[in-house]
């Protein structure tokens, strides 16, 4: 590459950049030692020539910063691993309890996990091998992720990408995910969304699972208020009208699903409820005091 030299007394040096991520992980250290192991990816240049290792080590107490540049990289491996099959792809937006169709604010954090054998490819060097995002099918504007991609801890296989997106429009979206292993199989897949103002709280869909259950169930909730602290109250009535259950938490909530809120099947007092169908009230408020509400049936089967 060469500096721009827009200034009348600066030269136009050349210089080299090495820019081309072949594997980006973490390794655990243990009494001052770690290993890692990664598979190089078929869209390394071939020529042979020197590469780069760079280590950065953290811990409570101190850190540590290391490079090696001893080694040659290049040329292909005629008796290579035989891989078919491309990666797995898991879409999110904000957390991974994210389900397709669900609600998000403006500006959502396109979240995605991946698995394969033989790793992914972020190299970035193989025309059309680019880990890229698409939003609503926009092929000509697509989102490039190589730098975005981390592998997960000790382990070259399984890794994922944490995406800022900014200023989306109102409405329903789709995101579709390509990814490519170091073979250079590929992969896609995609998740629908609907983008809704934060303003006013809402409650988008409210259930508990499982129903009918027995001695356990689990209270879930979808809302547009993410990133803020949720005060939460579940109130259990018969169908006559009489409330046998009052349930709270306060949650802080990262994505749009309030979950973790479970129910035994006891009344205030402890005694198990006998069989038949009850009306649950769901309310929350957030940090400003505005509340949402909704009302769903449950069933109880012992």
Same mark, same amino acid.
């Given at each position: 590459?060469?500096?721009?030299g827009?200034d009348?007394s600066?030269?136009v040096?050349?210089?080299e950049?090495?820019?081309?991520? /072949?594997?980006?992980?973490k390794a655990?250290?243990?009494n001052?030692y770690?290993?890692?192991?990664f598979l190089?990816?078929?869209?390394?240049?071939l020529?042979?020539?020197?590469?780069?290792?760079?280590?950065?080590?953290?811990s409570?107490?101190?850190?540590?910063?290391?490079?090696?540049?001893?080694f040659?990289?290049?040329?292909?491996?005629?008796?290579?691993?035989?891989?078919s099959?491309?990666?797995?792809?898991?879409?999110? /937006?904000?957390?991974?309890?994210?389900?397709?169709g669900g609600v998000?604010?403006?500006?959502?954090v /396109?979240f995605?996990?991946f698995y +394969?054998?033989?790793g992914?490819n972020?190299?970035?060097?193989g025309?059309?091998?680019?880990?890229?995002? !698409?939003?609503?099918?926009?092929?000509?504007?697509p989102?490039?992720?190589? +730098?975005?991609?981390?592998?997960?801890?000790?382990t070259?296989q399984s890794?994922?990408?944490?995406?800022?997106?900014?200023?989306?429009?109102?409405?329903?979206?789709?995101?579709?995910?390509?990814?490519?292993d170091?073979?250079n199989?590929?992969?896609?897949?995609k998740i629908n969304?609907?983008?809704?103002?934060?303003?006013?709280p809402?409650?988008?869909?409210?259930?508990?699972?499982p129903n009918p259950?027995?001695?356990?169930? !689990?209270?879930?909730?979808?809302?547009?208020q993410s990133?803020?602290?949720?005060?939460?109250?579940?109130?259990i009535?018969?169908?006559?009208?009489?409330?046998v259950?009052?349930?709270?938490?306060?949650?802080?909530?990262?994505?749009?699903?309030v979950?973790?809120?479970?129910?035994?099947?006891?009344?205030?007092?402890?005694?198990?409820?006998?069989?038949?169908v009850?009306?649950?009230?769901?309310?929350?408020?957030?940090?400003?005091?505005?509340?949402?509400?909704?009302?769903?049936?449950?069933?109880? /089967?012992?």
């Open positions: 590459m060469q500096t721009l827009q009348p600066s030269p040096i050349d210089f950049l090495q820019r081309n991520v /072949l594997y980006k992980g655990t250290v243990n001052g770690f290993q890692f192991t190089v990816p078929k869209d390394i240049a020529n042979y020539g020197r590469g780069k290792l760079s280590y950065y080590a953290f409570n107490a101190i850190d540590a910063i290391g490079l090696d540049t001893t040659l990289i290049g040329g292909i491996n005629p008796n290579g691993i035989l891989d099959v491309g990666p797995q792809i898991s879409i999110f /937006l904000n957390d991974d309890s994210f389900v397709d998000t604010d403006k500006s959502p /396109l995605v996990k +394969d054998e033989s992914i972020t190299v970035g060097n025309i059309g091998h680019d880990l890229v995002a !698409e939003l609503d099918n926009l092929t000509s504007s989102i490039v992720l190589n +730098d975005y991609y981390a592998a997960d801890l000790n070259y890794g994922q990408v944490k995406f800022q997106m900014e200023s989306l429009e109102q409405g329903v979206h789709t995101i579709r995910v390509k990814a490519w170091v073979n199989n590929s992969s896609e897949a969304f609907e983008v809704k103002s934060e303003e006013t809402t409650i988008n869909r409210l259930f508990n699972y259950f027995s001695t356990h169930t !689990e209270f879930m909730m979808e809302h547009n990133c803020d602290v949720l005060d939460v109250l579940v109130q009535y018969t169908i006559s009208g009489k409330l259950k009052t349930l709270s938490a306060q949650t802080q909530t990262q994505g749009f699903t979950r973790g809120l479970s129910w035994d099947g006891r009344d205030e007092y402890g005694d198990k409820l006998a069989n038949g009850y009306v649950y009230r769901f309310l929350y408020s957030n940090a400003d005091g505005k509340k949402a509400e909704a009302i769903e049936k449950l069933v109880i /089967l012992n």
